[in-house]
């Protein structure tokens, strides 16, 4: 009876912190739409097909995002972004769910469920819980640590379920992201190289045969062996980057516990106390690092958030292993688990600002790029289909592609366009800068139009869906600005040759004014027609 007590109390303690988690990640993440890759997804892998589903992106083979994409676009269309969001915090709680279970194990469960909050609050790595398009980084590694567990309990229990569950794991691992070649890489050491492997050497073989047959069709490499000198260097930069994100501290304190940690490991080392199962987190994140280096060296981002993750996931994880084949005790003395709680403390409250921040940084992306849709709408007759929605924020996003999308899908991810003149300055100049496509000169050759000719100030203000007539006496400049102000113009000032100019100003549903403003107003004159 007493047993049962405690049993049911742990599920309630942990399915409450799983719970304020997830909730305190929604509120953080709230207002939040679709953010750059999302909408490759978005305007390509709608319908359900087998290239929708098996083709590479960025060299990853993505089915089940891919799949998990079409399933919430089709329930939720693009004007819910928090089903998106919702997805991508759930697989982050499993994320911290497997780690703290495979934690729990060896250390008892008051150290895994402190495990479970840190990296449930891991402010490094904003960027995947935040960002919808990451459930397939994080589905990944989920998987692989399941396929990990499985595998664990295979050999504990003696059970064939459990290491053919651990195969289905790897797989699914496989078909997430690119991540998955390093669990792939791992299980198959933990596999082919133990002493029962007579029983465990199938495990990865499915997977590996899977994912060959995949990459022979589909397949493309963006690694690249002429990056190979860089990989240390950057493979370190990210152990250190990730360390310190653990803590929300310097670089500089990263690198001196990844020197703490390589001691660690050198004296089990020499103890022989070191076993490939002690050290098969720390193969992955070093596995992981030399993939990302291959491939990413050119656009050197050992410190991405994303990949942060990644690592402080593996060294956390990976610690407690090592820590356990030192010390093979799973019950720890009451001073060490305040020292731990402690410990998990300073790391949640160093690392807290970059969640916080991170949360506010995609929400503007996510502004700016409403409201350019919100122009896109109002004008979707007249603006050209092939340019990017936004040269910076959405590049990718042809204007086309999301009306289609928006068409097929019979909902919009546009703020509504009444909002624009009360969005944020970076929004209002994003909605600005499409508008500004919008307007072009017209060269007039009859100059005896101009019948009177006034002197402009510096702005003029001009009501939509009116024309205006230019006498340009010599070269200069103007701009069109209308939600924002024209001196902070992302478009601007555009010059003018001399001539006579007719500027139609588009009519729309927002009676904010235009505002045309002159570089120099003495080189113009308004024509009264």
Not at 192 to 203: E, H, Y
Not at 372 to 397: C, G, K, N, Q, Y
Not at 485 to 500: F, K, N, T, V, W
Request: aromatic share 12%; with cysteine; charged share 15%.
């Amino acid at each position: 009876m007493l047993r049962s007590s405690k049993f049911y109390f742990k599920v309630v303690v942990s399915s409450s912190c799983a719970l304020v988690i997830a909730v305190y990640l929604m509120y953080l993440g709230r207002g939040n739409n679709f953010f750059f890759d999302e909408w490759m997804f978005v305007v390509s892998r709608r319908g359900l097909s087998v290239d929708a589903l098996l083709s590479p992106h960025n060299g990853h083979l993505s089915a089940l995002p891919a799949l998990a994409f079409m399933v919430l676009l089709k329930f939720f269309g693009l004007d819910h972004y928090e089903a998106f969001r919702f997805a991508a915090v759930i697989v982050h709680v499993l994320v911290a769910l497997m780690a703290s279970l495979l934690i729990r194990k060896n250390h008892g469960w008051s150290i895994g469920i402190t495990v479970f909050v840190v990296i449930g609050l891991m402010g490094a790595g904003w960027q995947n819980i935040f960002w919808g398009f990451q459930i397939g980084f994080m589905g990944s590694l989920f998987f692989f640590l399941l396929s990990l567990y499985l595998l664990d309990h295979g050999r504990a229990q003696n059970g064939n379920i459990s290491f053919l569950l651990s195969s289905i794991s790897l797989a699914c691992s496989l078909l997430c992201a690119g991540l998955g070649v390093a669990g792939l890489a791992v299980i198959a050491m933990l596999c082919l190289f133990s002493a029962d492997r007579q029983r465990t050497w199938w495990i990865p073989v499915g997977p590996a045969l899977m994912y060959a047959m995949w990459y022979l069709k589909y397949g493309t490499s963006q690694a690249k062996l002429s990056a190979a000198d860089g990989v240390p260097l950057y493979a370190s930069e990210s152990a250190s980057g990730s360390a310190a994100g653990l803590f929300g501290v310097d670089q500089i304190w990263g690198a001196l516990l990844i020197g703490a940690l390589i001691y660690f490991c050198a004296r089990l080392a020499i103890r022989r106390g070191l076993t490939l199962r002690s050290v098969a987190l720390i193969a992955f994140a070093l596995v992981f690092w030399t993939m990302v280096g291959l491939s990413r060296t050119v656009v050197w981002e050992p410190n991405a958030s994303r990949y942060l993750y990644v690592g402080i996931v593996a060294l956390i994880v990976g610690i407690f292993d090592l820590i356990f084949v030192s010390r093979p005790v799973n019950r720890w003395a009451l001073s060490q688990k305040v020292g731990m709680v402690l410990v998990a403390f300073l790391a949640v409250w160093g690392s807290h600002a970059s969640l916080v921040q991170g949360a506010q940084w995609l929400k503007n992306e996510g502004d700016i790029v409403g409201a350019e849709l919100a122009v896109v709408e109002m004008h979707r007759d007249t603006i050209d289909p092939s340019i990017a929605v936004d040269p910076l924020h959405a590049f990718m996003l042809p204007v086309g592609a999301y009306l289609s999308a928006v068409d097929d899908l019979g909902s919009s991810a546009a703020i509504d366009p009444q909002e624009l003149p009360i969005a944020s300055e970076q929004a209002r100049l994003g909605a600005d800068l499409l508008l500004n496509s919008l307007v072009k000169p017209q060269t007039m050759s009859d100059s005896a139009m101009c019948q009177v000719e006034n002197q402009p100030e510096g702005q003029i203000q001009l009501t939509p869906g009116s024309t205006v007539v230019l006498k340009v006496l010599q070269v200069t400049a103007y701009g069109i600005s209308r939600f924002a102000p024209q001196e902070l113009s992302r478009a601007g000032m555009q010059s003018i040759e001399a001539g006579l100019f007719q500027i139609d100003i588009p009519a729309d549903v927002v009676e904010v004014p235009w505002t045309l403003t002159f570089e120099n107003p003495t080189d113009v004159r308004i024509c009264d027609m």
